[in-house]
């Protein structure tokens, strides 16, 4: 089993920035993909950025050249560098990682509030 835990989430305004992190633990040599999602009120979760233990990444179009991903191996940790903030972007940002090559993975953290205000 592996549990994930976030943190770095809170409220900001238009046009700033926050960075996400997650913290992996348990069985995290069998981890390969890695990423984050989000659910906004009403809505459906949703793809933000994953990152492949090769290193090759996705990342949803309405992100793209705003957020980066990244990984830091030897602390397990995710991280979500998340600039030039829309109020569209406020949502729960739950972390996720697998096993596989496939996302989302099985492995849930139980998410963290961002709120941007305009």
């Known amino acids: 089993q592996v549990q994930l835990v976030e943190s770095g989430g809170g409220l900001v305004q238009a046009g700033g920035s926050l960075r996400l992190s997650c913290s992996a633990s348990?069985?995290?040599?069998?981890?390969?993909?890695m990423g984050w999602y989000r659910q906004a009120p009403g809505k459906q979760r949703e793809l933000v950025a994953v990152?492949?233990?090769?290193?090759?990444?996705n990342y949803a179009d309405s992100v793209t050249g705003r957020f980066t991903i990244s990984r830091d191996y030897a602390k397990n940790t995710v991280y979500l560098q998340m600039n030039s903030l829309k109020p569209e972007d406020t949502a729960v940002y739950y972390c996720?990682?697998?096993?596989?090559?496939?996302?989302?993975?099985?492995?849930w953290g139980q998410g963290t509030q961002v709120t941007v205000s305009s």
């Open positions: 348990g069985t995290i040599f069998s981890i390969n993909v």
């Open positions: 996720n990682a697998g096993d596989y090559t496939t996302y989302p993975g099985n492995y």
């Open positions: 990152m492949r233990r090769s290193s090759s990444t």
